[in-house]
């Protein structure tokens, strides 16, 4: 799916990642992985095209697909007087007309994606009202209705409750079962470890593509 070649994430031409050579293939699921400041965030958004590399180049190999972004929660905005329904529904956004609105259809697929997340009662509900886990649990939902065949998600468990991650986390293997590719910047090694089968291992000056056996990070 993609072909890293000698690539380096940075900002303004500051280098903060090794150099990457490398493949991302179509339908894995794939943890990036390193001690803080290596870089991990930095080079998920230069993948996911908004972030230039310093250098090297990267290659989709069978044309760019859609892309489902689930962001940092504290990179998102809660202070607008939107409803957690409203902020889910922007996921179709790209298949539906402005002017038309979203038809019945749209409306079941973002009524399922809240149950599927247990949002389902608080779909009314503004998003500044939400807790941490919650708010993370309807990015979760608006990602689910993007149906996307590649996923990027950038510490998705950060500032979330156990049973929240527990929850993310069997949507994450059910969005790989049925065939998407999923990349993940994360920091929990029991959750790396159970459920990744590749990481890529940034430290240093180095990076290694391989199994979840044997990384020791932080």
Wanted: glycine share 10%.
């Amino acid at each position: 799916m993609i072909e890293l070649d000698h690539l380096v994430a940075g900002y303004e031409r500051r280098a903060i990642t090794p150099s990457l050579s490398g493949r991302l293939e179509t339908g894995s699921m794939t943890a990036i992985v390193g001690v803080n400041g290596c870089g991990k965030s930095t080079l998920l958004k230069t993948l996911a095209g908004f972030t230039p590399p310093v250098s090297g180049t990267l290659r989709w190999t069978s044309g760019r697909p859609k892309i489902g972004w689930l962001a940092q929660r504290h990179a998102l905005e809660s202070q607008f007087p939107l409803t957690v329904q409203d902020v889910v529904s922007m996921g179709a956004w790209p298949q539906v007309s402005l002017l038309r609105g979203l038809d019945r259809g749209v409306r079941v697929r973002v009524a399922e994606a809240l149950e599927r997340v247990g949002l389902s009662d608080l779909c009314r509900t503004t998003i500044d009202e939400l807790s941490g886990g919650q708010f993370q649990r309807m990015l979760f939902a608006r990602v689910l209705l993007q149906q996307a065949p590649l996923v990027m998600l950038d510490e998705p468990f950060t500032g979330v409750d156990e049973e929240t991650r527990c929850v993310l986390m069997a949507l994450m293997s059910d969005m790989h079962r049925r065939g998407q590719t999923l990349l993940a910047v994360l920091h929990d090694s029991q959750r790396v470890a159970e459920h990744f089968p590749e990481t890529l291992h940034l430290a240093g000056d180095n990076a290694s593509w391989g199994s979840t056996q044997g990384v020791a990070y932080a």
